[in-house]
């Protein structure tokens, strides 16, 4: 029985469609393998390179945190070099980069392997850049708080310990992230502040302090003897402990700040450790309280005093006039004499 035309018809079209796709392999397989080692050796120098760039990076901050703890370890690691805020500055500018780097490599080597595969680009690119402003324009503020907080940590306007006055809360700085800053206030809550809305940073703990003391004294009191007692009393105080690691230059007398009518104001003023001005304030108040009670100095006019008597008072002063009832025989001593029973029987009765 011979095959039907339809049978053999099918069996022609399969033969054929084999023998163009062994054809189409033969021809191209030499493209494909090329293709595909090409690609494959994208990924391997991709892959290389980002692990060789982020242990670069890992060895540059672990170089960065041994410094912090030799200088912590120094004389004057504990005034001048904060360890744990070293290392959290450089972990976080560690973390930046290492992302950075891995966007930058993987994403060129993801661009080159699409250009291997001949894709055309151009749209990907142009839709990419659409949701790109799209992303950025819906998360404008989170990217604004992410790249404040890049500058801040690169700029080391703070860290970790530092007192600052950030405008909208201030207080100590618990964390610094690349978003948000947290801080702890004065009352012990604790402020999440994001780096985007911060416009200003004043830090209380950078460099140096000066404490300010204000003392009023009476006007007639010497002021060059209220001057000596001041600096005996910062001297002696400069001695003690804690004080002595505490005050870092000799308190100055600045002079008089201001004149009233019966005091006069002395101002005084010393470089601190930072975040000690307080502190140091209110010890060298207590010292100069106690230093002028012991000179006789008086403090905002001391006590006032008796005013003194002009004329002494006339003695006659407290002496009375004379009185008519004085003398018994006076018509007034005898009006006021009481009556007797006879007199009083004799005196006309106004009762009917």
């Known amino acids: 029985m011979s095959p039907s035309p339809s049978t053999a018809t099918t069996i022609d079209d399969a033969q054929k469609s084999a023998t163009d796709a062994a054809d189409y392999i033969s021809q191209n397989w030499a493209d494909w393998l090329s293709a595909g080692l090409r690609i494959l050796l994208i990924l391997v120098i991709a892959l290389v390179l980002r692990s060789v760039v982020r242990r670069m990076i890992t060895k540059f901050i672990e170089r960065m945190n041994r410094g912090a703890e030799v200088a912590a370890t120094s004389a004057l690691g504990g005034l001048l070099v904060n360890a744990e805020r070293r290392r959290q500055r450089s972990e976080a500018i560690g973390s930046v980069l290492r992302s950075v780097a891995s966007f930058v490599i993987m994403g060129t080597a993801a661009l080159t392997v699409l250009s291997v595969l001949k894709i ?100 007639g009191e010497d002021l060059d003897r209220a001057r000596a007692v001041i600096e005996e009393a910062a001297a002696a ?98 009006a006021a004499q009481p009556l007797t029973p006879a007199q009083a029987s004799s005196q006309p009765s106004t009762l009917k």
């Open 120 to 219: 055309n680009l151009a749209p990907l690119l142009a839709s990419a850049g659409v949701a790109g402003v799209a992303i950025g324009f819906g998360a404008r503020n989170l990217v604004t708080d992410f790249l404040s907080g890049v500058f801040m940590i690169l700029e080391d306007q703070y860290g970790v310990g530092d007192v600052i006055d950030a405008g909208v809360a201030s207080g100590t700085v618990v964390e610094v992230g690349l978003r948000v800053t947290k801080l702890r206030g004065d009352n012990g809550e604790i402020w999440y502040i994001r780096n985007g809305e911060v416009k200003r940073i004043g830090n209380l703990s950078q460099g140096w302090a000066t404490a300010v003391v204000d003392v009023q004294v009476g006007y």
């Open 237 to 334: 105080m400069a001695k003690d402990q804690p004080w002595d690691e505490v005050l870092w230059e000799p308190v100055q007398v600045l002079g008089l700040e201001s004149v009233a009518a019966d005091s006069v104001l002395i101002q005084a003023q010393v470089k601190t450790m930072p975040g000690k001005s307080a502190a140091v304030a209110r010890e060298l108040r207590w010292r100069i309280k106690r230093a002028f009670d012991a000179a006789g100095i008086a403090i905002v006019g001391g006590t006032p005093q008796a005013v003194e008597e002009d004329e002494a008072a006339d003695p006659s002063a407290a002496i009375a006039p004379p009185s008519a009832l004085a003398n018994p025989a006076s018509p007034q001593a005898l």
